[in-house]
Structures are given as structure tokens and as C-alpha cells.
């Protein structure tokens, strides 16, 4: 980011949903620490207060308990807003699957309150969160952002009618949208815990337990797992985009590179081992494949590079180094 654009986001005023999650409370610090005025607005279904804890002293920063699937608690967030992050949805393919009715409530119905209130609220410009799961049943790799297949659970259901959305306010309301397609982030504060709990942090939880990480299938599917500081670039680049042509599109937002679930496991095995050697030796266990699992994900990152002039930083080796660190210091 050039010294302008930090200038922008510093006279900002944005606002952050699903503030107390994993991506949006790392938004938030980020924003904050570089001067931003930040609303931060979440229910805490999924959110954990202790994200935002280091950014109640900050007068730039305010928070607001509030769900999307509530109109009010949306326009309320908005007043005064130029730029909205929107992060905010129930994530997991299987949580979505087990619950497709409350899935579709926040990712669909909360997403168009949120549409609503920020074309009420005039904002300057909408980016929203993702999903690779839009590429569904797919099979070309690497992914590109106009090829897409039929969804594979309720969940990138939800994802791809955003994509609808977003595309539909654009043309009747003229508000600028950019959609983030997140490829299996990564990285500090990623929840652990819980029966939806992401991979890597579930890996790591087990082997700083001595247990056996359960890989579902035998461990050749692979994914673009991309650390979150890459993440946290691409949603400044795209508030700041000015160009026609980078606005109201969608962008593969990831490393471009693809790992398997084994070598996922033998690079976690090798870092932690860092910390404590017998990590190394803990054997791996294999369960059944999941329902709506994607075989691979690979981005094509061509389109972030061109027009947002994107520039990841973290490769999946330097940036489970990072993740490791903090795992290991705040959660052993």
C-alpha cells in the first residue's frame, strides 16, 4: 500500500461485520493501528468478545452488539460509514448442511439487510466476503473467477446468491460492490474450538495435545490455504480501488498455491516440533470424506494482481510459522 492510499484508509470511517471473528477482528486491529475510525458490529453467535479486547482503549475504535438478520441494528451500523467490510455469515460447509435454514437466514437474509442499510447509508463502497465454495463442482484448476460449477452444499449456495446480490445493487442502486472469494484462511485467532472449527487450528489443538489429527478421506484432497495478513491486504486494496473496471467484480482473493491435507499435517508436525519435540512422532488417523467437500481448490490470483494490484506475502510455509508462534504462545 502506497503512503496515499494509507492517507485514504486513515480519513475513513469503516465499518467491520462479524467484528469479533477471526477475519474481521484481525480487519479491525489492523485498521485501527493505522488511524482508521472503525464500527465494529457483531452478535457474538460465533465471534468471541476476547478478539476485541486490545481495541476497547482505542477512542477510534466503537463497537456495537448487533445482528445482521436485524434491518435496525444494520441501518444503525451504517450512519456515518463510507466503507463497509462486511464479514459477517455463518461459515462451514457441514454446519450449512446441518442447518441449512439458519445458514441461508444470516448469510442471505443478514447480507440484503446489509445491502439495504449501506444503499440507505450512501456508502461509498460494499466488500463482502467470499467463498471458493462458489466454484462448486468445478473441476478446472486453477480456479478463475468467471468459471464457476453447481454449489455443493447450502452453504456456497449463500455465497453465490451474495455474488447475486451485489451484482443486482450495483445495477439498480448504484452501489459499488467487491466480492472476496477467501480460499481456506488461516492465521492468529482462529478459533480451535467448536464442532466447525477449521482445520488448521483443530490440527494444531490436537497435536499440542498429543492426539491423533483425524484427516477425512486418505489426504491427497488439496487446498489454497492462504494466511491472513494476505487476507487483510486484499480488503485494503479493494477499498481503495478506483478504477471502473476493479469495481463490482469478484476476486479469488489466496495465495495460489495448493497443499494436501498430509502435507498440511507433516509441515504442522514439523513447526510444532520446534516447540516440543515429540509432536513429531504422533501418528496421523484417517475418517470418512465429508459431504460437499470440494476435492481441490487452486486461485488463479491474476485478477487480483492486475486490477487491485495484489502482492501476497505469506506462502502456506512462512505464514503456519506465524501461525504456529501465536497458537503456541496464547493457547498452550
Known amino acids: 500500500m502506497d503512503k496515499s492510499h494509507i492517507e485514504q484508509l486513515k480519513q475513513s470511517r469503516i465499518l467491520v461485520t462479524g467484528a469479533a471473528g477471526f477475519i474481521g477482528s484481525n480487519l479491525c486491529e489492523y485498521l485501527v493501528d493505522i488511524g482508521s475510525t472503525v464500527v465494529a458490529l457483531d452478535s457474538f453467535a ?86 471458493s465454495s462458489t466454484y462448486g463442482d468445478s473441476k478446472s484448476l486453477p480456479k478463475v473467477e468467471d468459471n464457476i460449477g453447481k454449489p455443493l452444499s447450502p452453504y456456497a449456495i449463500t455465497k453465490y446468491v451474495n455474488e447475486l446480490y451485489a451484482e443486482n445493487f450495483k445495477r439498480t442502486y448504484n452501489l459499488d460492490t467487491i466480492g472476496l472469494r477467501y480460499f481456506n484462511v488461516f492465521g492468529r485467532k482462529q478459533d480451535p474450538n467448536g464442532a466447525y472449527a477449521a482445520v488448521i487450528p483443530k490440527f494444531v489443538m490436537q497435536l499440542m495435545k498429543y492426539e491423533s489429527p483425524v484427516i477425512n478421506g486418505d489426504g491427497s484432497y488439496s487446498r489454497d490455504f492462504t494466511y491472513i495478513d494476505n487476507v487483510i491486504q486484499m480488503n485494503m486494496r479493494a477499498i481503495v480501488a478506483d478504477n471502473d473496471k476493479a469495481l463490482n467484480t469478484v476476486y479469488n482473493t489466496a495465495f495460489g498455491d495448493r497443499t494436501t491435507l498430509l502435507e498440511l499435517v507433516e509441515l504442522l508436525k514439523e513447526y510444532l516440533s520446534v516447540y516440543d519435540p515429540k509432536i513429531a512422532k504422533i501418528k496421523i488417523k484417517h475418517g470418512p470424506e465429508r459431504k460437499g467437500d470440494v476435492p481441490h481448490s487452486l ?34
Open 46 to 131: 460465533t465471534g468471541h468478545q476476547k478478539n476485541l479486547k486490545t481495541l476497547e482503549s482505542y477512542k477510534n475504535f466503537k463497537f456495537i452488539k448487533g445482528d445482521i438478520r436485524n434491518l435496525e441494528d444494520c441501518h444503525k451500523s451504517c450512519e456515518g460509514i463510507d466503507y463497509v467490510l462486511h464479514q459477517a455469515a455463518l461459515g462451514s460447509v457441514p454446519r450449512s448442511i446441518n442447518d441449512p435454514i439458519t445458514s441461508n437466514n444470516v448469510n442471505v437474509g443478514g447480507f440484503l439487510n446489509m445491502l439495504v442499510a449501506s444503499r440507505d447509508a450512501g456508502i461509498k463502497k460494499f466488500v463482502y466476503a467470499a467463498s
Open 299 to 332: 486461485a488463479s490470483i491474476d485478477k487480483a494482481k492486475e486490477l487491485l494490484n495484489y502482492q501476497p506475502e505469506f506462502d502456506i510455509k512462512s505464514g503456519l510459522k506465524e501461525a504456529v508462534s501465536w497458537y503456541w504462545q496464547n493457547l498452550k
